[in-house]
């Protein structure tokens, strides 16, 4: 499976400027490439509290609609992170766009520092099936703890897909979290972060990344902007769970009721606190 890794420098608040990139990238893409990714709210950038409602949009929105015609014209699947308006409350969140619409959403569920204020979290973890792989998404902070990742695992998944904005100095920190929830979860995982400068000083810290299921990382992008391809051998999903599955033998299990839907999409509620 070729997947390719769209690392770029965003503008905050700047949704045409970003929309263009990715639309550009998407373009770019090689005929064989099946899956292109992007970083965290690359859409809109990363509002503050002030100008989140005027930038976030529904996901029936002009700019996502944009996304899934270009998805559709290319016959290609593309992950990305937006602001979604939904009836006034807002969300970081990322979608799994196919060429017949938005497969997947999800919504941020561990907001970092300077999401308090700005969004909401999420209320659930969600996986489909895309090109015979059962696929989840996280978001950044999200992979800074384990049972984001294990949520996703009990819902079947096999390859994980984070949108990242991280920062220096905590680019080696996600470096090592990918590789644990790749490997503690025997699933493959893709991340894309952003680089170069952000709002307020923020210098972003690269570094996308691809880690199969052993917890082999098999590409890690520098500091700069660029359009990695990558291969994902799907036979190292069989040899990671051939010996032993962590979810058979694990003793405890994430609470949370589980809905399973009849278009194939699974989701974990997450229990009220």
């Not at 990714?37 to 809109?44: D, N, Q, R, V």
């Not at 990363?46 to 944009?66: I, M, N, R």
């Not at 210098?203 to 691809?210: E, H, R, W």
């Amino acid at each position: 499976m070729k997947v390719e890794l769209a690392q770029l420098a965003g503008r905050d608040n700047d949704t045409a400027y970003n929309l263009e990139r990715a639309l550009a990238a998407i373009n770019a893409c090689s005929a064989d490439t099946q899956l292109i990714m992007f970083p965290e709210s690359h859409l809109m950038g990363f509002p503050s509290a002030e100008s989140v409602a005027d930038v976030a949009e529904p996901l029936d929105g002009p700019t996502v609609g944009a996304i899934v015609a270009a998805a559709r014209e290319r016959n290609i699947a593309v992950v990305i992170g937006t602001a979604e308006n939904d009836n006034g409350r807002f969300f970081n969140t990322t979608l799994l766009i196919t060429p017949e619409g938005i497969a997947l959403k999800y919504r941020k569920t561990h907001l970092w520092a300077s999401d308090r204020g700005v969004y909401e979290a999420g209320d659930r973890y969600a996986t489909v099936m895309w090109n015979g792989l059962r696929v989840g998404l996280l978001i950044c902070y999200d992979i800074e703890f384990p049972e984001t990742a294990r949520a996703l695992a009990q819902l079947g998944a096999e390859l994980l897909l984070v949108t990242n904005g991280n920062m220096d100095p905590y680019g080696p920190t996600h470096r090592t979290a990918i590789m644990a929830r790749a490997q503690e979860n025997q699933a493959f995982a893709l991340m894309v972060n952003r680089v170069e400068a952000g709002d307020g000083g923020l210098l972003f810290a690269g570094g996308s990344a691809l880690v199969d299921p052993l917890g082999t990382q098999v590409f890690e992008a520098g500091r700069e902007e660029g359009q990695f391809a990558v291969e994902l051998d799907l036979s190292r999903l069989t040899a990671a769970r051939q010996d032993y599955r962590y979810l058979d033998d694990q003793r405890l299990k994430l609470p949370g009721e589980m809905v399973e839907h009849a278009n194939g999409l699974r989701e974990l509620l997450i229990p009220a606190r």
